[in-house]
């Protein structure tokens, strides 16, 4: 660091020794996959942005980022390659091969450091698109509610929304004094999601007790709506909310996004079966776009879809058609979505059917609805099984699913999240740990989480 001009200018070797500190999020993280350039091994490797960061009141140290290359070793072949980055100090492998140096450009030109432009250069290199694979648990609190007041009939998604806001202040503080002390302790396994449960009078009087989640991320994207409302009880029976009838396709589609993030934290399985997702006679844009509003929010591990043959293909050509990307070769890099791949396809169904299965009962939204928006209208039901069995004979087994082909999702018992606990001032540090298999207890009973 020197002073010219009476300012403070800070050398490049200096911020090279910081530089990792100026990496603030995974936001900031580019994920990328490609092959290996002598055996086509996949390969994963990651490039990193930096950002100012502030070193005194009065201090900024600036940005720096710089082209250049890693090299790396292949784990299948033991051959060495190069691949062209940002950052290369910052850049590092992840998966099928190992980093054995980095050059800068300004530096290629130096005798000393040119033998390395005598490897291959990995060319087919791909981002990770987080479209495909960034689980989201995306809420509207606007609109029709699902949650309604069994009293009065209030707005419960509104009214409970607000009440969250007013007290994420609490909340977010909460988080950050568990996340600084998770970083520091080095804890094993992440947990699954983040819980907060609070109560609140419906404009009646009546109280009711909310249970709100959001996937758990270590970044400071936690505010209210980053959460999606999963169950409030002593609310009006979803089943007497979503009565037998006629609804636009619209409101179909803004309750089954409703359902989705209810059904993720207390169901183990969910199955979207439907003909169709999205109008064939769509705009490729959105086609795809409806497409990922769904598979976004679908955890691979307990979600599967089942739709008419031909309907893949669809969104496949449309994909490439919108991001100039041969979906094939995604698939090729292993960069598409697992949904995707896993999803089933038949020609001899017409059912629509969206629902959520478990040991201890299932839930299931059904009618004449495919996935797809407009304002016509189509017939649905809700309705509640408390016997596994009669739902398999009822929905799946005519459409020649049986328990075989569920995909058995018992709740590890490592699986856990976070609580919040409106009693114990949000600290999720005085509460037991809430392991997977007490979510049901806990938002359909209230009963809070026991010892380990």
Request: with cysteine; charged share 25%; net charge negative.
């Amino acid at each position: 660091m020197e002073f010219i001009d009476g300012k403070l200018v800070f050398s490049k070797d200096y911020i090279r020794e910081i530089k990792h500190r100026m990496v603030e999020s995974d936001d900031d993280v580019k994920r990328s996959k490609g092959k290996c350039p002598s055996c086509a091994n996949l390969i994963i490797f990651s490039e990193a942005w930096t950002s100012p960061i502030q070193v005194t009141p009065l201090t900024i140290v600036p940005k720096l980022d710089e082209p250049g290359e890693i090299f790396g070793r292949c784990n299948n072949c033991d051959l060495s390659f190069r691949i062209q980055v940002t950052n290369p100090d910052l850049s590092d492998f992840t998966e099928g091969a190992t980093k054995e140096g980095f050059v800068y450009l300004e530096d290629l030109m130096t005798d000393a450091l040119n033998t390395g432009q005598n490897l291959p250069l990995m060319l087919k290199i791909l981002e990770c698109d987080r479209s495909l694979d960034n689980y989201t648990q995306e809420y509207n609190f606007d609109g029709t509610p699902l949650y309604e007041c069994a009293n009065c009939n209030g707005n419960l998604d509104r009214i409970g929304f607000e009440s969250l806001r007013k007290k994420m202040t609490r909340i977010h503080e909460r988080f950050d004094n568990y996340l600084n002390w998770s970083l520091k302790k080095g804890r094993g396994n992440k947990p699954e999601h983040a819980i907060v449960r609070i109560e609140f009078s419906c404009n009646c009087g009546k109280i009711h007790t909310a249970f709100f989640s959001k996937q758990y991320f270590e970044n400071i994207d936690f505010d209210e709506h980053s959460f999606s409302l999963c169950q409030v009880i002593n609310a009006k029976p979803i089943s007497r909310k979503i009565r037998p009838g006629v609804y636009s396709k619209d409101q179909i589609l803004a309750w089954i996004y409703k359902l989705i993030p209810r059904w993720m934290i207390l169901f183990d399985q969910v199955y979207i079966i439907t003909p169709f997702i999205g109008h064939q006679w769509l705009k490729s844009d959105a086609l795809v776009s409806i497409w990922l509003d769904l598979i976004r929010r679908l955890d691979p591990e307990k979600s599967k879809i089942i739709t008419r043959h031909g309907q893949l293909t669809n969104f496949q050509n449309s994909y490439t058609k919108v991001h100039n990307i041969d979906y094939k070769t995604l698939t090729e890099l292993e960069l598409g979505s697992r949904i995707i791949s896993e999803t089933k396809q038949d020609r001899k169904f017409h059912a629509k059917i969206y629902c959520a299965i478990s040991q201890s009962g299932c839930e299931v939204f059904s009618g004449s609805a495919n996935f797809v928006h407009g304002p016509s209208q189509e017939v649905m039901h809700f309705n509640e099984f408390d016997n596994i069995n009669e739902f398999y004979e009822s929905f799946l087994n005519p459409l020649g699913l049986n328990e075989s082909d569920i995909k058995t999702n018992i709740q590890s018992k490592s699986k856990y999240s976070l609580l919040f606990h409106e009693k114990y001032d949000f600290d999720p540090m005085r509460t037991n740990m809430l392991f997977a298999s007490c979510y049901r207890d806990l938002m359909f009973n209230d009963i809070e989480p026991g010892g380990v």
